[in-house]
């Protein structure tokens, strides 16, 4: 009978905050995809401020046509407090001293040393590992008046986007890694052409090597995602990474050889980032089909191997007819980040 009870108290306080149950691990996970987000503020008053910082801190993406903004926020009050809880991201705004619910609840969640850095600073940012359920991550933004917390908002929302764009990716690498990945094609592909990533398991490769080209593609259905990988050996690393016009030859190829595809040359946007600890050169695109009247979108990372004299082009692609594209390059960058070489 007590165990009956215990089962029933949590679900019932699983749908009080909209999580999922981990079965695997009988605990509360947080619901939703790695952009959703929940801003609480502590007061009313702080709700236009709390407004204004959502404005700026998602930023727009383009799909081919179709914007899309990095998150999908929604802002709570004090009392609707608990909806946030069941967020994977959060963000709780705080005025120090109001003495309200969110304040109750943040001094319950940090350190007395920490509160009380917090508190006598006037402000500050703490972020939160798994406060409320697995996966999620929660930003307690500080002030003691309302003004100081606009400015501290202004400040860091650059900052802020970063935390929780790196703690998403984290989190995916997280996930993927308990539920499962095929070590025996990691390992397969690190003895054969001396890279690897952390390969999910429902992702299956389609094609290796095809007529001899160099490249092979893990493949991801309903909806269908890409990761494809392939290189072009060169004397001169260096100075290949310099030619965007060759390298855009070299992702047109590979979409030729192991898509049936064209990429659309005026939609290629083109940017010096990382992926994982390397330096590499991003392009994003828009690719449309040969062999049916579709296309998409697709990011493209190149990535100098001077150990092994060539470039490696890894490539994500997503087709999802009216579907969101940025929950699922979410996921497939994380999965990208993964990318090693060895000699």
Not at 22 to 41: C, F, Q, R, T
Not at 52 to 66: A, E, G, P, S, W
Not at 207 to 212: D, N, S, T
Request: hydrophobic content about 40%.
């Amino acid at each position: 009978m007590k165990r009956f009870t215990l089962v029933a108290v949590l679900m019932t306080l699983v749908a009080s905050l909209g999580c999922d149950f981990d079965k695997e691990k009988g605990i509360l996970m947080a619901a939703g995809s790695y952009g959703d987000l929940a801003v609480v503020v502590s007061d009313r008053n702080i709700e236009p401020l709390a407004r204004r910082f959502v404005d700026n801190l998602n930023v727009k993406k383009t799909f081919v046509i179709k914007e899309e903004g990095l998150f999908n926020p929604d802002v709570f009050y004090p009392d609707q407090l608990d909806m946030g809880k069941a967020y994977k991201n959060a963000i709780l705004l705080l005025r120090i001293g109001d003495g309200g619910q969110v304040e109750k609840t943040v001094r319950k969640k940090l350190s007395e040393k920490t509160w009380s850095q917090l508190a006598s600073g006037g402000g500050g940012m703490v972020q939160l590992n798994d406060p409320w359920a697995t996966y999620q991550t929660v930003l307690v933004v500080a002030s003691r008046d309302r003004n100081s917390l606009g400015s501290l908002l202004r400040n860091k929302t650059d900052k802020i986007r970063g935390l929780l764009e790196e703690s998403s990716r984290q989190r995916i690498l997280r996930r993927n890694r308990y539920n499962g990945l095929d070590t025996h094609l990691m390992n397969a592909y690190r003895e054969r052409f001396g890279f690897s990533l952390e390969i999910p398991k429902d992702f299956k490769q389609n094609q290796l090597q095809p007529e001899g080209f160099p490249g092979l593609e893990l493949l991801k259905q309903s909806p269908s995602r890409g990761i494809t990988i392939s290189w072009l050996n060169t004397e001169d690393v260096d100075w290949l990474m310099d030619q965007r016009g060759a390298l855009h030859l070299m992702r047109q190829e590979m979409g030729e050889k192991l898509h049936s595809e064209d990429i659309i040359a005026e939609s290629l946007v083109w940017e010096e980032t990382t992926l994982g600890k390397m330096d590499v050169l991003k392009m994003e695109g828009a690719w449309t089909s040969k062999r049916f009247a579709g296309g998409g979108a697709f990011w493209c990372y190149f990535i100098p191997d001077p150990a092994h004299n060539r470039v490696i082009c890894l490539d994500l692609l997503v087709y999802g007819p009216g579907l969101d594209k940025m929950p699922m390059f979410r996921n497939l960058a994380a999965v990208a980040s993964s990318f090693t070489l060895y000699q």
